[in-house]
């Protein structure tokens, strides 16, 4: 299953915001005291993306199996096949059709449907990565990402807010107590959880900071007072957020619920409806049929206010699931509803 994002109270997010801004997130471990962890930006991921690369190399060199070299054996051992990497595959490439299907709805309903069955197919694509993943055991790009883990803390936390003092001399850090250091870990996972796409979403839905974005001309070394390059990943992803929410209000043809604008991802689906209902008018006033003599099967009034419908509007050329599912015995099966939302028609 999906780990879902942790989600931040919404009186916390300014705070959030603000720790975006500058840079760094401040932070207190017991033994360790205060220390600033610096946000990523192109820079200091380079470092990270070469010391991998030296440590990958590092223990190949040293007789560690590569998941290639790993997979090749599982198959010939029958313990993990090229058919259940296939399977795995599979799995994957049907999320991704189940994901173009639901932008492709704009009711509801099949909104809804779609969403729970990416639910469901994501779990059981979880659940296969998993055991692939034990039976993998400890590879060289396990090792890899382990020691990475270590430097990326190493090189992240820093004594000062200048962020110009590493916390740790390189030989201090590599003879470091194993205890301590856990308490270490624990104190900069919990500072740095929230800072995920679905708060930084939020984020740039906020009234504190449209206030200023709007200011700025779309412009993020206007916003951020620094070159572009110099941009850390958070300040890139919020600008970039920022832009595409400005952009998609704008082709609202309805207010969204106010609670959407707390649930990012239900806003997106609010406005693609829209669109994709758009599409459909499009599509039906093409094939000679008025828009004053449209309806939607099976729309509520939500639906048709996103629409910019009312109500006692008639029809639009929509395919009717029902009629569909009797043709077919009455049910569907997800081939069945891709194919419908891929194509207008089974």
Known sequence: MKKPENKLDKLK??????????????????????????????????????AHQLHFERAKNEGLPTEKDQLEYLNKEELWTREQEGDLESKREMLKRLELSKNKVFLQTQIDYFSKEIEKGREELAQLVEKKSELLGFTAEAYANKKINEFYIYTTVHKDPSLKEPFFEKEEFDYINFENFQKLIAAYNENTKYFNSLNIKRVALSTFFLNYFYLCDDNPQVFFGVPVVDLTYHQVELFGYARHFKHMMTELKSKPPEEYY??????????????????????????????????VVGATKQDLERMGLSAGNHEIGDVNLSKVAAQKEGSLDMEDMIKIHEKGHL
């Open 13 to 50: 997010l300014k705070p959030l915001y603000t720790n975006v801004l500058k840079g760094y997130t401040p932070c207190e471990a017991e033994d360790f005291g205060k220390f600033y962890i610096k946000h990523l930006n192109m820079d200091s991921s380079t470092d990270i993306d070469e």
């Open 262 to 295: 707390d649930d990012p991802d239900k806003l997106i689906e609010y406005v693609e409806a829209g669109k994709n209902a758009d599409k459909m008018i499009e599509r039906s006033q093409k094939n000679e049929k008025e828009h004053s003599a449209m309806s």
